[in-house]
């Protein structure tokens, strides 16, 4: 729902405050006071494109700034808040549209500045207009099946939420089977390859971690002479040479450290402690001595083995190459290419139950398909009648709306046919589609009809807008039909906030708040400004319902004849 609107410097607006709220708002005023310049700064709000010219003369920008109740869980809130922008505490969303006359609009959702788009994104969940300018939504039979969908009510609603998630399931499983079918040459290519690489990867019978062992062995079997030296080399040191006695080993040299401490050992405990630790080199001295020897004894030349190690370490490094780096890479290579290879092996069993599945799919489809266009052709009956009737209350006897349901080659997204909507404007006129060969005027009471219509449809106001604005609803008729437009008017208020510029007294009479927009001077040119915006009741009203009657305030029988609308439009209520 709109709260208000505010509107700086636009056409021949200087500044204006347009108070709204729920149920029926009238927007009244002399022809060139403004009226339209609100609906102009609600497009901006909603998106509309920003023209230069619409900037008051003399000024540098223009700006609208519209509040808006929204539910803090609804659509709108979901897509303001993933814009960045904030909503107050009580559920309000604030936009603001600027339009300079050197360089861009600016819009802002929220306080946070968004790209127009965003604007338009949320429009249509915000407002429905209705006016000359908006007539070309009129045309998209997306608007008009939606529209024909809510109409059906909520058994329809759940019949379609059904079609559509069977056409989903049967898109998924016709593009699978055709990816597989398309690629099935790429398929048995692949699947060849890594039969060819797995039976390498089975000849070579790589183990884990073998190609580090080899490589270790490998450094070990091509330095066993230097490797069997330095260990005897470093044995000698430690226990010393036994065709030398006279050479000093360390072995010895810690036995005499040892012995010449635990002498005095006795006398200090300090000394005993430090013997202690000599003797436990000691013991590590004469373990590393034993594994040395081990070591010298153990290392042997061996060139055939060398050669066997050269060999297989090659045969690991072209496997290697070809799938990783490392064995153990060509091993988790090995284990996937096994995993994939089943799958493409299997693509013929595949195909072949993907293909009895979609048969089955596409019968439960075209059930489901034709459930709706069963549910759609008695809806479209129903509210061609509806419309019908209501346009004969609407200045427009003779005129009816043909609801058509147009078979598709094949169900799309939405069902096994598009909608289209045609008016017939008179007996013996052909129909034509929405839009085409009528008036904007009747138009407006066309989407009227329609929306009313809609109003008393069970279950169909969860698809609607809470917002409605007519312009030009009224243009072209007077008398008893002028009094109908604003009974319907009123009547579809009760499910929505509704708005509507109007001209005629009979229309505004049956608002819930009436708003009168006048122009002052200011240095010889039409302005209007925040005085000239007011919300009006009472005689005042009187006094504007008077003027609407007759262009005169003052006349007596226009007064009689404003309070009789007034009075008249509570009953009919």
Known sequence: MIEEIRIENLGVIGTAHVPLGPGLTAITGETGAGKTMVLTG?????????????????????????????????????????????????????????????????????????????????????????????????????????????FAGPEHTDLLTRYRAAWTARQQVAAELEDLRSHARERAREAELLRLGLAEVERVAPQPGEDVELAQESARLGHAEDLRTAALTAHEALVGDETSPEAVSAALALDQARRALELVAEHDSVLAALATRVAEVGYLLDDVSTDLAGYADGVQSDPARLEAVHVRRAELTALARSHGGTVDEVLTWAEEAGRRLLDLDSGEDRVEGLAERLAQLEVDLAGTASSVTAARSTAAELLAAAVTEELAG???????????????????????????????????????????????????????AIEVALATAPGSGAARPPTFVFDEVDAGVGGRAAVEVGRRLAELARQAQV???????????????HVVVSKSQDAGVDVVTASDVREVSGDRRLTELARMLSGQDDSAAALEHAAELLERSVVGR
């Not at 708005?499 to 708040?513: G, I, K, Y």
């Open 42 to 150: 609600l497009g901006l709000l909603l998106g509309g494109r920003a023209d230069t010219a619409s900037v008051r003369t003399g000024c540098v920008t223009a700006s609208a700034e519209g509040r808006f109740v929204i539910g803090s869980t609804s659509g709108v809130a979901r897509r303001a808040r993933e814009a960045g922008a904030d909503l107050d505490d009580d559920g309000t969303l604030v936009v603001l549209r600027t339009v300079a006359v050197a360089g861009r609009s600016r819009a802002h959702l929220g306080g946070r500045g968004v790209p127009q788009s965003v604007l338009q994104e949320i429009a249509d969940d915000l407002v429905t207009v209705h006016g000359q300018a908006d007539q070309a939504r009129l045309r998209s039979p997306r608007r008009q099946r939606t529209a024909l969908d809510a």
């Open 394 to 448: 609407l200045a427009m006897a003779g005129a009816r709306l043909e609801v058509r349901l147009v078979p598709l080659d094949e169900p799309g997204p939405w069902g096994a046919e598009d909608v289209e909507m045609l008016l017939v404007p008179h007996a013996g006129a052909p129909a034509r589609p929405l839009g085409q060969g009528a008036s904007g005027g009747e138009l407006s009471r066309v989407m009227l």
């Open 499 to 513: 708005v509507v510029v109007t001209h005629l007294a009979q229309v505004a009479a049956f608002a819930d708040r």
